[in-house]
């Protein structure tokens, strides 16, 4: 069996090598990318110090509610990207495409400008320490010059993952990660500035790729082809993309903020804490993007099969990728948590306080990482049928509310760093159940004839 395939067929022939074509290169992606990010949190650690880590990771929480959320009203593309593929409706691919191009450019001009002006403040905010907001504040200044391109290569991301083909992203992002790495090293022995340095390299990543993006959609054949000098938008489409994004967005949004809120806790700890939770953060970053892969997945082949009508195939794919990612990530969670010393030793050689430190949190968190990848295809389900609000509204209990009682009224009773990291995990089960429990019924009701129109 082909491992990687350009084009996978959702709505036929076999479904497990069809989703293992499809997400291999996802997970690929996701891995690469996170070890492309991993050399930035190495270059930061070794050539500035644990005070150059703090610094990058005192920022983590906010760029993820200023940039990495707002990436989430793409889901809403790959929404409609997958149905219309489904349903071989060209006409309505080529609004999609069209409006959504529009969208990209406006939200990376908006953020870009937003966070620019809220830099300091937001650090302020979260507590950050003295001795360390004047690199985060440098780092993410320089970070947010390459949002525009960040939201340009996501859209772009979109709409050909959720037409079949996951390798050509894969491709080019491994290329724009590759060129991240080397500018690390190079801007850093240039400079000696690790701070700048990894923000510099991590923005002529971003533009790299959405170039590479550019290129390839506008030299592609058939309806999600770019016309970039076409500036048309439909209403209708803008409408439904927004319908079913914002629930994303928000979704997302209670997970960065509860991380926001939690952060101040971290920066108690002062450096040692800080730089401990950015390299055990590096590390959890791995099991995200194998269990977003299998979201996506999700996405792509639920979304495909209910634009062609085939019911039956839908409750296979779901069977299908609960039994994969969970087995996958038994193997990622028993090697994260055996070996962690040793590879948290890679981000903060001879930090003996700080490894202990990151190693509690890794192990807490790992220990529910299979959850986390039940509760991701399950997200992904939801976003396949339409029903995006549900999942926002699972998400406020289970994660946002849960972890601001959380710290209100439990960790200030003991605060202790491993009652502080044990609210993710509860979390997540509360979450999992909630929209494991929605999406049998949702299933079973498709599978008795419900329409999931959109």
């Known amino acids: 069996m082909k491992l990687i395939s350009r084009d996978v067929n959702m709505t036929s022939g076999k479904i497990l090598p069809g989703i293992i074509k499809f997400a291999i290169p996802l997970i690929l992606t996701g891995v690469l990318q996170q070890l492309y990010n991993t050399a930035d949190i190495f270059v930061a650690g070794n050539f500035g110090g644990k005070e150059a880590l703090a610094a990058v990771g005192a920022t983590s929480a906010l760029i993820n509610i200023l940039v990495n959320v707002f990436i989430n009203i793409f889901i809403g593309t790959n929404i ?7 349903a071989k409706d060209n006409e309505m691919l080529k609004k999609i495409v069209s409006t959504t191009y529009i969208v990209s450019l406006a939200l990376g001009v908006g953020v870009l400008i937003f966070g620019e002006l809220l830099t300091v403040p937001l650090l302020e905010i979260t507590g950050c320490p003295t001795n360390v907001i004047g690199g985060a504040e440098t780092y993410m200044r320089i970070y947010l010059i390459g949002v525009p391109a960040s939201m340009f290569m996501n859209f772009a991301a979109s709409v050909i993952r959720s037409s079949g083909d996951s390798k050509t992203p894969f491709i080019y992002l491994s290329i724009s990660g590759l060129s991240n790495v080397v500018c690390n090293v190079l801007f850093v022995l240039i400079s000696g500035n690790a701070v700048v ?5 991590t ?3 971003m533009y790299l790729s959405a170039i590479l993006f550019f290129i390839y959609m506008v030299r592609m ?4 082809r770019l016309n970039p000098f076409k500036f048309e938008y439909n209403g209708i489409i803008l409408s439904k993309t927004i319908r079913y994004g914002i629930p994303a967005v928000i979704s997302s949004v209670c997970f960065s903020f509860t991380n926001v809120i939690i952060q101040p806790a971290i920066n108690a700890y002062g450096d040692v804490g800080i730089s401990a939770s950015a390299a055990s953060s590096s590390i959890e970053a791995f099991m ?3 269990n977003n892969a299998f979201m996506s997945t999700v996405v792509a ?4 099969n209910i634009g062609a009508g085939k019911r039956d195939r839908v409750a296979k794919v779901l069977k299908t990728s609960y039994l994969t990612s969970v087995s996958i990530m038994v193997v990622f969670t028993a090697v994260m948590i055996s070996f962690g010393r040793e590879i948290l030793q890679f ?3 001879g930090e003996t306080e700080a490894i202990e430190f990151a190693r509690l949190r890794l192990t807490v968190i790992m220990s529910a990482a299979v959850i986390n990848a039940v509760m991701n295809v399950n997200s992904g389900a939801l976003q396949a049928y339409g029903y995006t609000s549900l999942q926002m509204v699972s998400n406020l209990i289970g994660v946002c509310v ?6 209100l009224f439990i960790y200030p009773k003991s605060t202790t760093p491993r009652i502080l990291w044990i609210c993710y995990p509860i979390s997540w089960v509360i979450t999992c159940v909630t929209i494991f429990i929605i999406v049998m019924v949702l299933t079973k009701k498709y599978l008795r004839g419900k329409d999931f129109g959109l």
Not at 197 to 201: G, H, I, M, N, Y
Not at 402 to 407: A, C, D, E, K, S
């Open 80 to 86: 409609l990207v997958a149905r219309s593929v489904g």
């Open 197 to 201: 340095s990894v923000a510099l390299a």
């Open 203 to 205: 923005v002529v990543s």
């Open 221 to 224: 054949e058939g309806p999600t």
């Open 288 to 290: 995200y993007a194998i």
């Open 301 to 304: 082949f639920v979304g495909q």
């Open 347 to 349: 981000y903060i050689p």
């Open 402 to 407: 849960f972890r601001i009682f959380w710290m």
